[in-house]
T-cell receptor, first 110, second 115 residues
């Protein structure tokens, strides 16, 4: 089976930086996605990594190490609205649907 | 439409009943996916369509679940003889590129409660 692990919950302070880790052991690998999901809402796309390294997009950055089966999502200058679940998802190949982890519920406190 | 539309947003039914959930993808998106999400869990893959045909239905839990996409646009997920364990949010997503190669656009989901 496919194994994607993320912490269940994290808490961080407004204005701080938080790193959400994701490790994966899958039968194939074609890229890694991060999605944000606010409570009761649809998941929305944040980032996509296919090569090793860091991809930066505003306050959010995502890192991938294919050799280690590891990714992280870095959120800077945290805001209250960043309180949400963050889903790590692996693409096994170019023609198979994404496999999602269980998600990390982030709470941002004042 | 502007986004992925799912109806109904909420459905309460009794054990043993038949349920249909509808998904209207973004216009022009050939790939359509159904996922199921239980509380505190990530989306669990059910079935993927490329055009009118089911390219991958390996996630359907049993033969009570069936999905169609007859004209390559709107899709319907059908659940027969519902059980309490079927209670979840059913998410539909569409994408422009083939599965695994591009961003998924999700609908708000249909929350199914089986009493």
């Amino acid at each position: 089976g496919q194994n994607i692990d993320q912490p269940t919950e994290m808490t961080a302070t407004e204005g701080a930086i938080v790193q959400i880790n994701c490790t994966y052991q899958t039968s194939g690998f074609n890229g890694l996605f991060w999605y944000q999901q606010h409570a009761g809402e649809a998941p929305t796309f944040l980032s996509y990594n296919v090569l090793d390294g860091l991809e930066e997009k505003g306050r959010f950055s995502s890192f991938l190490s294919r050799s280690k089966g590891y990714s992280y999502l870095l959120l800077k200058e945290l805001q209250m609205k960043d309180s949400a679940s963050y889903l790590c998802a692996v693409s096994l190949s170019g023609n198979t649907p994404l496999v999602f982890g269980k998600g990390t519920r982030l709470s941002v406190i004042a | 439409g502007a986004g992925v539309s799912q109806t109904p947003s909420n459905k309460v039914t009794e054990k043993g009943k038949y349920v249909e959930l509808r998904c209207d993808p973004i216009s022009g998106h050939t790939a359509l996916y159904w996922y199921r999400q239980s509380l505190g869990q990530g989306p669990e893959f059910l079935i993927y369509f490329q055009g009118t045909g089911a390219a991958d239905d390996s996630g359907l839990p049993n033969d009570r679940f069936f999905a169609v996409r007859p004209e390559g646009s709107v899709s319907t997920l059908k659940i027969q003889r519902t059980e309490r364990g079927d209670s979840a949010v059913y998410l539909c997503a569409s994408s422009l590129k083939a599965a695994g190669s591009g961003e998924l656009f999700f609908g708000e989901g249909s929350r199914l409660t089986v009493l």
